[in-house]
């Protein structure tokens, strides 16, 4: 168990549709990441929070959209949906924004687009 | 940016056999490089990783060995065993937050 807690673990909605995933970083864990992961494909970036502000971004698409809140829990919001958008999205903790280390990976949630 | 190549996307090695899996990257300025596992229905967990201060690094039966000149890293895991059959993604950064994934290497251990 890494210590990093992402709901919902699955999730199915259609195409239009706007979801929110949630994150809760490990205990202690200032830094919080978001990956997706489409099939056979490795983790693509998408953003990274440090202690509530926005530290760097990926390949986010505008109709994505994230956030971290004083609790340092995250959200990350995907709107109008296309078929495209189902992946895994894990979330990822660790201490520090600037240095090289672990990152703490949650178990996922998998988003399926009809 | 960063880009790194993963090779093979798919090996499968007899129980108690070596397995190797390489990979490069493209920014010469990234000092920091770990392999990730990743076991079906889990996220991504360390199992080693690497700096650029040093060109080889072992725990117990996984090394991974660094050549900064050619630009490329490599997995090695010896005595194979069942349990070790997952997805193993490996990785180059400057900092956390420019980490970039291989596409990833499916190893099958068969008994």
């Known amino acids: 168990d890494s210590g990093v807690t992402q709901t919902p673990k699955h999730l199915i909605t259609a195409t239009g549709q706007r979801v929110t995933l949630r994150c809760s970083p490990r205990?202690?864990?200032?830094?919080v990441y978001w990956y997706q992961q489409s099939l056979d494909q490795g983790l693509q970036f998408l953003i990274q929070?440090?202690?509530?502000?926005?530290?760097a971004k990926g390949n986010i698409l505008e109709r994505f959209s994230a956030q971290q809140f004083p609790d340092l829990h995250s959200e990350l919001n995907l709107s109008s949906l296309e078929l495209g958008d189902s992946a895994l999205y894990f979330c990822?903790?660790?201490?520090?924004?600037?240095?090289?280390?672990?990152?703490?990976f949650g178990e996922g949630s998998r988003l399926t687009v009809l | 940016g960063e880009n790194v190549e993963q090779h093979p996307s798919t090996l499968s090695v007899q129980e108690g056999d070596s397995a190797v899996i390489k990979c490069t990257y493209s920014?010469?300025?990234?000092?920091?490089f770990p392999w990730y596992k990743q076991e079906l229905g889990k996220g991504p967990q360390l199992i080693i990783d690497?700096?650029?201060?040093?060109g080889e690094k072992k725990d117990q039966r996984i090394a991974v060995t660094l050549n900064k000149t050619a630009k490329h890293f490599s997995l090695h895991i010896t005595e194979t065993q069942p349990e070790d059959s997952a997805v193993y993604f490996c990785?180059?950064?400057?900092?956390?937050?420019?980490?970039?994934f291989g596409a990833g290497t499916r190893l099958t251990v068969k008994p």
């Open positions: 990822a903790s660790s201490v520090a924004s600037e240095y090289t280390g672990e990152l703490f």
């Open positions: 205990s202690g864990d200032l830094s």
């Open positions: 929070y440090y202690n509530g502000e926005e530290r």
């Open positions: 920014d010469s300025a990234s000092n920091y």
């Open positions: 690497i700096r650029s201060n040093v």
């Open positions: 990785a180059a950064s400057i900092r956390n937050n420019d980490m970039r």
